[in-house]
């Protein structure tokens, strides 16, 4: 079992930064694919992110592409999601996944383990 703890989250003006974290409780991430949803009120969760279990491999909604950073520190047990240049369109509750694996993984679907989720709001 794996246990998921995000962090980060908070009000900031539209144009700014913010770094979510996700912290996996003794745990090693080596083996692990994460990724990171949102999903904002009346709106289906979607995909924003995704690493993969092996070899460090990105990939990114066209939402947030050359905008948001997937990354993760191994030693900490730690993913963190970087979001620049953020857009009220970027407002939402922020959800870490996890599963075993070595690729990336795109759908919910595909993923074992949750966080509580953060929530981002944007003003303008």
């Known amino acids: 079992q794996v246990q998921l703890v995000e962090s980060g989250g908070g009000l900031v003006q539209a144009g700014g930064s913010l770094r979510l974290s996700c912290a996996a409780s003794g745990r090693t991430f080596s083996g692990y694919a994460m990724g990171w949803f949102r999903q904002d009120q009346g709106k289906e969760r979607e995909f924003v992110a995704a690493?993969?279990?092996?070899?460090?491999?990105?990939y990114y909604a066209d939402s947030v592409k050359g905008r948001f950073t997937i990354s993760r520190d191994t030693a900490k047990n730690t993913v963190y999601l970087q979001m620049n240049s953020l857009k009220p369109e970027d407002t939402a509750v922020y959800y870490c996944?996890?599963?075993?694996?070595?690729?990336?993984?795109?759908?919910?679907?595909?993923?074992?383990?949750w966080g509580q989720g953060t929530q981002v709001t944007v003003s303008s």
């Open positions: 996944a996890a599963r075993s694996g070595s690729y990336y993984y795109l759908r919910q679907s595909q993923y074992d383990y």
């Open positions: 690493i993969s279990g092996r070899g460090g491999i990105t």
